[in-house]
T-cell receptor, first 109, second 112 residues
Framework: EDQVTQSPEALRLQEGESSSLNCSYTVSGLRGLFWYRQDPGKGPEFLFTLYSAGEEKEKERLKATLTKKESFLHITAPKPEDSATYLCAVSGGAQKLVFGQGTRLTINP | NAGVTQTPKFQVLKTGQSMTLQCAQDMNHEYMSWYRQDPGMGLRLIHYSVGAGITDQGEVPNGYNVSRSTTEDFPLRLLSAAPSQTSVYFC???????????FGEGSWLTVV
């Protein structure tokens, strides 16, 4: 059974304080690992898809990396507008996603 | 470009009532799916479709029906609503490549 565990559940940082969010997964045949951002009352907003160990993708202050067992979302010099819940999900095929419970990130000014 | 559109945004139902949550996408995507999001549970797959006329069950299908008569639309039907179906429902779509899976803005459903 595919499983995704995200840590920490919540993270509070000061503006400019870099950190990383963790996503550990088990899946029988990884077709993709997805990162989403979700703001309160909104739908998940796509950030990245990673496919193989060693792959990295960047977008503004965010960088996602992938190993055979986990993925990290690195946040460099975050700003208050980066505050959101970050969701990790894996796909074993047919775009069926298994999600973790998310990390709630708060950036204080 | 509307992307994935869900209606209604909010709905209150009485136990035993039926209703349909609508989902439409304008990106000509083959794959569409429905998820529910509950506190502490993450998003869970209800039903999905790989094309018009083809549907299959996800992790939590009980109490829900779907059909896919067109590429654009994928409605989710609750035949006899129960309080346990109080949740936030998200529709998603993607192309065959699945590089990007897009989500709608959600439908908040309360069953009393």
């Amino acid at each position: 059974e595919d499983q995704v565990t995200q840590s920490p559940e919540a993270l509070r940082l000061q503006e400019g304080e870099s950190s990383s969010l963790n996503c550990s997964y088990t899946v029988s045949g990884l077709r993709g690992l997805f990162w989403y951002r979700q703001d309160p009352g909104k739908g998940p907003e796509f950030l990245f898809t990673l496919y193989s160990a060693g792959e990295e993708k960047e977008k503004e202050r965010l960088k996602a990396t992938l190993t055979k067992k986990e993925s990290f979302l690195h946040i460099t010099a975050p700003k208050p507008e980066d505050s959101a819940t970050y969701l990790c999900a894996v796909s074993g095929g047919a775009q069926k996603l298994v999600f973790g419970q998310g990390t709630r990130l708060t950036i204080n000014p | 470009n509307a992307g994935v559109t869900q209606t209604p945004k909010f709905q209150v139902l009485k136990t035993g009532q039926s209703m349909t949550l609508q989902c439409a996408q304008d990106m000509n995507h083959e794959y569409m799916s429905w998820y529910r999001q509950d506190p502490g549970m993450g998003l869970r797959l209800i039903h999905y479709s790989v094309g018009a006329g083809i549907t299959d069950q996800g992790e939590v299908p009980n109490g829900y029906n779907v059909s896919r008569s067109t590429t654009e639309d994928f409605p989710l039907r609750l035949l006899s609503a129960a309080p346990s179906q109080t949740s936030v429902y998200f529709c998603a779509s993607s192309s065959l490549s699945g590089n990007t899976i897009y989500f709608g803005e959600g439908s908040w459903l309360t069953v009393v």
